[in-house]
């Protein structure tokens, strides 16, 4: 069985370390010469509009699927004339348009942030009117990481705002006072059997998600899982999903979901009976689904421009180091340690080790 | 960090998939065209005696390690002029030699089968009489999976076995009514640490392993680490080292070691902290080494011959599925399943389940 990957990062690098064991073989097409899959599989070293390229990728592999969803719609209508490709087009569509995605969750009931969609200054100034100030304008597409987004705080923010973000279709969403920031990663196979993982506390900065620790029994478990399945069913969706929550006072509101294996689902490789990544490639492939309980207490911590030297990761207890394989560069995830422990306390005296490294 | 692995079948791949997530990099040096660990790292296609592979093996490796123990000693030699390999010579000439294996252990009070050198058919009488029947005659090197050994029962088994097994040297062994067979996989650093998981009782058919359980507080776990580290701490060992026992009514007899990682502790992949490759490798390379305790109950089933259906193995629960990417073929190692449970009940289920599959 071999998978095809468009885009060969850690992600890419990830599903073939949990794939290889279960006899799958590997193709990656990136552009990037270096890209750190590579050294797990076949390298199609091409644009992701390269017909030629994506043809052989496609002629070569059972299967197809995605590390990050700003594919072009050509390529996957491209890939899938020739090959089964999961997630599908029209959840990749959706995915990866904050203004599709939004629309679907107010049509399946899932609270939201308020949002408009703009096209226009006077689109902004009219959504602005509406909404109110702080709101958050962010393009429709292609944004990732807190890039492609503009905090407006004061009316004099908001002029020339459209400009300022490229003059592409943008949303203006409603700021929303959140006490917390919370994904869900959930898994759909061919046959529509569903698992989630438990709800993960996420902690950002800049943007980036820098923390992720699992949770037990969280109150807003059912509730999210809830507004998942309506979206997972929606999409007749195959693969794994993950959902991206604000905690406000009344409940969750949905932020955004990611149509892939996420940052905030790398705890599942020693964290959870079956990591995401395994769980993806069994839905893919319509193999039956792994278990998705936690092993004891688990966390991430992201690595952001440099890996912290392999010696002192490896000398603190319960750390497994994810070194990528990439060049270190400011503001580049190169890597994360799992931290996977008996109880919470000595989970928490981990993540304070694998924190010192970094600071 | 590049790591060079002569041998490049299973352990070679086990291996790289647990160094990979640490940001090493790996090549083998396999005369197999189909080796299966190719697929994560370089693979110099070469006889274990080509000096000019060797060297750029060894020009190419920060650190080079083997896959199985019966490399010749001239080329663990040559390779130790260019490079720091682990475990080292002095090593691997015990090692993959039973009769001066054993004559270490005799040495260093280990209780072992009685055993004689045997270098011709009048050696063989000799060792006979004063050894008795029934006892096994093994070839000295190059014996695995139960080949290159013969069992004496009747006296006339005795008639002309040393041709038989090719005139090459022999050990005679007294013959052991042991109730089990244990091993301790053990783990020494460049510094001197030492670890051990908790012994695995195994279950062998034709000489071959087919079912390792571990054990919890073993109440010989104590002897076999004493044993052990006699062993490791005479060979200034570094790396993983593998101590197979017989259990006998009064305590352990040695069988034999091997100096690398080993089919008995492929269940510490997912059953233990850091698995017997992580810890090698962390080992070979200088790295803290990792937690070698049980998390929750494991064992492993190898698969010989074939692998069962992905399909029907992901479909049982706690198992983990190994696939090697070797061709299938009667008698083989392809690959195995480990069982990790939450308790001694539903281990028995999966393995049963597992069985089930192979019959």
Redesign the interface.
Known sequence: ?KIGIIGGGQLG?MLA?AG????Q?FAFLDPAADACAA???DHLCAEYDDREQLRRLAESADVVTFEFESVPAETVAFLAQYVPVYPDAESLRIARDRWFEKSMFRDLGIPTPEFANVLSQQDLDEAVRQIGLPAVMKTRTLGYDGKGQKVLRKPQDVVGAFAELGSVPCILEGFVPFTGEVSLIAVRSRTGDTRFYPLVHNTHEDGILRLSVASSDHPLQTQAENYAERVLDKLDYVGVLAFEFFEVDSGLKANEIAPRVHNSGHWTIEGA?CSQFENHL?AIT???L??TGK??ESAMVNFIGE?PA??RL??I??C??????KAFKPGRKV?HATLRSADPARLRAGIAAVQALID
């Open positions: 069985m690098r370390l290889t064991p279960l006899g073989q050294a797990l599989g009976g069994r319509g193999l039956p792994g278990a092993i004891g890996v392999m010696a490896t000398a207890a319960d497994h180091p994810h070194h990528y394989g890597g």
